[in-house]
């Protein structure tokens, strides 16, 4: 998809300036590549409206080209298309919150339980695997290899009544004290009434808090119709899309929002428990239109960031003095241009991904501030001083906890081993100096 945008947009680029007509041609062109990455035909054909209307007329910014104007339009339109913003987990205060995952056979409903599992454990939760899939003895042996490795019990009763297992799982949970309940539950290669019927039966009975529909982004033309019958028999909540570390062209990912309006919660970028991200709609609109996005920050940084500053920055970097207060400032810049997360899908070169491991939010990021503004100037400059009696000292005066401060300290070490990548002598380094 990304050539045939390129090429359309080529064309664009000769012709320098932008009427109705250039625009009307490039969009045939746009959703002829939309077509061809299987995205459904109804949304191609409501993505080219929508950014035909706003293309044509718009004014021309003197500092883009009209053909990156048409680019950044596009983009925008299918982050929107995408969600928008990156859509969270809906965790309700009393326990337990049953998340049911369902999808086709082979779409990774057992894996992501797993990931799931071992990112909520990770973060502070109990959760609780359940085999809802009893049809073949092996599936159930495939959970419980994925809860050990994700070190997440899982609850099974062989190959009873799934919607008995269900149920007794919930009164397992609030026994043991799980405060999240995963199901995975059977799937079929094709939808079946059998299976809906089912899966309709576990949803009745245990009234999950979430439904998440598994689906593997390979799939292509086939996951919209897919993710209109589960929805429309199960009202599902969200959608994990799976598999994007393959080779896909990224239709499902357009059409699946678009169709169902429900949000992708999370991506699976691959076989191991780790690999599971919080699907960024802003990240995969520029997957489709593979160009990282660089545009779009060259202009905010341009914009937002004093340069002066940013010399000083680069100086410091490349002396190695980078220190807690100086991530402070960078911190604050960055605000300045958007959320955290729409910052971090725009680093090209994969440092976004690094980046986003450790899970960067906008609300962590207030509490980075807290912390690094308890610190003494003496300890910003030398993060080395911070001693267990200091770290406990700015856990308090932050209201954090020390893993917290413990938690900053290591960013901030990842941070600064990044940037001493990136000032190496010869290395170009790109934009700026956060980079
Ligand atoms: P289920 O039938 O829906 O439970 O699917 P499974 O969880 O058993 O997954 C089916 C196959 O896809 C397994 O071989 C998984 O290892 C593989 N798989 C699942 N998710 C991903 C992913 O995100 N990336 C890759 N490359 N493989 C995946
Ligand atoms: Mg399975």
Redesign the pocket.
């Known amino acids: 998809l990304s050539e045939k945008l390129s090429a359309a947009f080529k064309k664009l680029k000769q012709k320098g300036k932008l009427g109705e007509k250039d625009v009307k041609t490039a969009m045939r062109e746009v959703r002829l590549a939309l077509l061809e990455a299987d995205v459904n035909y109804k949304v191609a054909k409501q993505f080219v409206d929508a950014v035909t209307e706003r293309a044509v007329g718009a004014a021309v910014f003197e500092s883009l080209t009209p053909a990156q104007q048409v680019i950044k339009i596009v983009h925008e339109e299918l982050i929107s298309l995408m969600g928008g913003e990156v859509s969270r987990l809906h965790i309700p205060s009393k326990p337990p919150c049953v998340i049911m995952m369902c999808?086709?056979?082979?779409?990774?409903?057992?894996?992501?339980?797993g990931k799931l599992g071992k990112l909520l454990k990770s973060q502070g939760h109990r959760p609780l695997l359940v085999a809802c899939?009893v049809y073949r003895p092996a599936?159930i042996k495939?959970l419980q290899v994925?809860g050990e490795q994700a070190g997440v019990p899982v609850f099974e009763m062989g190959q009873g009544d799934p919607v008995e297992i269900a149920k007794k799982a919930l009164g397992h949970a609030k026994d043991h004290g799980n405060d999240i309940v995963i199901l995975?539950t059977a799937?079929r290669l094709h939808i079946d009434e059998a299976l809906m019927a089912e899966l309709a039966a576990i949803k009745a009975a245990v009234g999950p808090d979430e439904i998440l529909l598994?689906i593997?982004s390979m799939t292509g033309q086939d996951a919209v119709s897919v993710a209109e019958s589960f929805n429309q028999l199960l009202e599902i909540t969200g959608v994990v899309l799976?598999?994007?570390?393959?080779d896909t062209r990224g239709g499902a990912a357009l059409s699946v929002k678009a169709v169902t309006g429900k949000p992708i919660k999370f991506?699976?970028?691959?076989?191991k428990l780790d690999?599971l991200e919080p699907f960024y709609p802003d990240r995969m609109a520029s997957r489709i239109l593979g160009m990282g996005d660089v545009l779009t920050f060259i202009e905010k940084a341009q914009t937002q960031f004093d340069e002066k500053q940013q010399k000083a920055m680069e100086e410091k970097f490349r002396k190695n003095k980078f220190d807690l207060e100086d991530m402070l400032v960078q911190l604050d810049q960055m605000r300045n241009m958007g959320s955290l997360q729409q910052i971090v899908s725009m680093l090209p070169g994969g440092i976004g991904n690094k980046l986003s491991g450790a899970d960067l939010d906008d609300r962590q990021m207030d509490q980075v501030r807290a912390i690094i503004c308890s610190m003494t100037p003496e300890e910003r400059a030398k993060p080395k001083l911070i001693n267990p009696s200091r770290k406990r000292r700015i856990a308090a005066g932050s209201g954090t906890r020390v893993e917290d401060v413990n938690r900053l300290l290591k960013q901030f070490e990842t941070m600064s081993k990044l940037m001493k990548q990136f000032s190496r002598p010869g290395k170009r380094r790109r934009m700026m100096p956060f980079m």
């Not at 999808?103 to 339980?113: A, E, I």
């Not at 799976?242 to 393959?246: M, N, P, S, V």
């Open positions: 999808g086709l056979q082979g779409s990774g409903k057992t894996t992501h339980s899939d599936a495939q994925v995975d799937g598994v593997d799976t598999k994007l570390d393959g991506s699976g970028t691959g076989e690999d």
